[in-house]
């Protein structure tokens, strides 16, 4: 038999290792993965690269419908292809989807406006929390909850929390949990307020670590005593690690996701840039000691997996009020591939940790896997071929994200993806995209299947 592709003469990592082998590819999946020469009608050399499973990045905002000038799924998810991730998983608080209702609508108006696969997740409101399991059934990969109101989503106080739990764990919903307390960054926030104060040290203040670790600590014992499914947001510092691995140990079925900001950006960089660090949790590293700990804490497999918390703003829109008013979030989907192969390149974790950690671990944790994830036989075949020694300056010119920046421009990195395939269709070569929007098909959860 004759295979539709063949990547031949690559190393191919999985989290469990790497091998070189060539991938054959038929009907968008993947049909054998081996070292024997098999004839395929057409072939790509993938010699000197490297071939990772599609990445995953299971929380972005794309804001559509929302705000189209921060972004939309057109852009946002080309970005995505050009960095090398195939499928997100979406959340746009604006617009949040919190019936089945909401959530067809927001399916019909995403169709044909995707370059990549694409779930999406609902939010859960605290007066609407019987809606969660209809919500789990209608295909949502996970229900997101805040635990302090955040751009302008109201905040869980444990009664609510644990009225989600209860009702999230008898049918398996996973729950993404933003955890910051309520109560401590209100007091904060009325005490700034007061002295009036308006520099950009207030962020770290009203958004302090005492805040994260309450909050962290009610959501995973309110985890291990429902038994519901969680997954804690963004951990911005290693003590966060060590609340969630105690609830662990006595049983709570809680993982935890980091991104990239908190590996490489420091706290005092809020003094100078201001609205351009104005993130929630901000970043917490003091020093490249602290920034060296969260690399070590991945390279433990303490941290399950990063995404993006790609939330963009323009700098227009980042400088357009004081820094109480401007939006929260980094634009990440363009950069955060390649911050770990950099990593990875530099020693720090392993290119098959890259290969768990971004595409993987978050395919299991949200019930996509093998078919996502993966590059077993019949799955399917998200596909990205990653150079390991490009170096290249990041520079906002490179950003497709509407953002037009990026945190971590001037940075030199080095490792980056060349080609990008979605179930054995090119989307994207050599950071420009090749397919467009209505590519990519709407992935339903696991609770719909
Ligand atoms: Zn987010």
């Avoid at 921060?70 to 608080?93: I, K, L, N, S």
């Avoid at 014992?221 to 519901?228: D, E, I, V």
Wanted: glycine share 10%; hydrophobic share 40%.
């Amino acid at each position: 038999m004759s295979y539709d592709l063949a990547i031949r003469g690559g190393r191919v990592v999985s989290g469990a290792g790497s091998r070189y082998a060539d991938v054959y590819i038929t009907d968008g999946r993947v049909a054998a993965v081996t070292g024997e020469a098999l004839t395929a009608a057409n072939e790509v050399d993938a010699g000197g690269l490297l071939v990772f499973p599609g990445m995953i990045d299971t929380h972005v905002h794309f804001m559509d419908p929302g705000d189209a000038t921060r972004e939309d799924f057109p852009t946002g998810t080309t970005a995505a292809a050009c960095a090398g991730v195939t499928t997100v998983v979406e959340h746009t608080h604006a617009r949040p989807v919190r019936t089945v209702d909401e959530l067809t609508a927001k399916l019909e108006h995403l169709q044909d406006r995707s370059v990549v696969d694409y779930g999406l997740a609902a939010h859960a409101w605290p007066d609407q929390i019987d809606q969660a399991a209809a919500l789990w059934r209608a295909g949502v990969t996970y229900l997101k909850a805040f635990t302090c109101t955040t751009h302008g989503v109201p905040g869980f106080d444990a009664a609510h929390l644990l009225e989600l739990f209860r009702r999230t764990a008898p049918v398996g919903a996973r729950c993404l949990v933003h955890c910051e307390d309520e109560s401590i960054t209100g007091y904060w926030e009325e005490s700034l307020r007061a002295a009036g104060r308006r520099d950009p040290a207030i962020v770290c203040e009203w958004r302090n670590r005492e805040a994260e670790a309450t909050a962290t600590l009610v959501t995973s014992f309110l985890a291990r005593w429902t038994g519901a499914s969680v997954v804690v947001a963004h951990a911005s510092n290693p003590e966060i690690l060590r609340l969630v691995e105690r609830e662990r140990a006595e049983g709570a079925d809680i993982l935890i996701e980091s991104c990239p900001q908190y590996f490489l950006l420091r706290e005092e960089e809020l003094l100078e840039l201001g609205p351009f660090r104005k993130f929630t949790p901000p970043a917490r590293a003091r020093s490249s000691r602290d920034l060296e700990r969260m690399w070590d804490a991945l390279a433990e497999r303490r941290i399950h997996h990063i995404s993006s918390d790609h939330a963009p703003s323009t700098a227009e829109q980042k400088t357009g009020g004081d820094i109480w008013d401007v939006h929260f979030g980094l634009p990440g989907i363009d950069t955060t591939l390649p911050v770990l192969l950099d990593a990875a390149h530099a020693g720090k974790i392993s290119y098959e940790l890259v290969a768990e950690t971004y595409a993987e671990a978050p395919a299991r944790a949200y019930g996509l896997w093998p078919t996502k994830g993966s590059l077993r036989v019949g799955a399917d075949a998200d596909v990205v071929l990653v150079d390991p020694d490009r170096s290249w300056t990041v520079s906002e010119g490179d950003v497709i994200s509407r953002a037009g920046w990026s945190p971590f421009a001037g940075r030199t990195l080095v490792g980056g993806a060349v080609a990008t395939y979605l179930r054995g269709q090119l989307v994207a070569e050599d950071r420009r995209p090749v397919a467009g929007p209505g590519t990519g098909r709407f992935v339903a959860g696991a609770g719909a299947r």
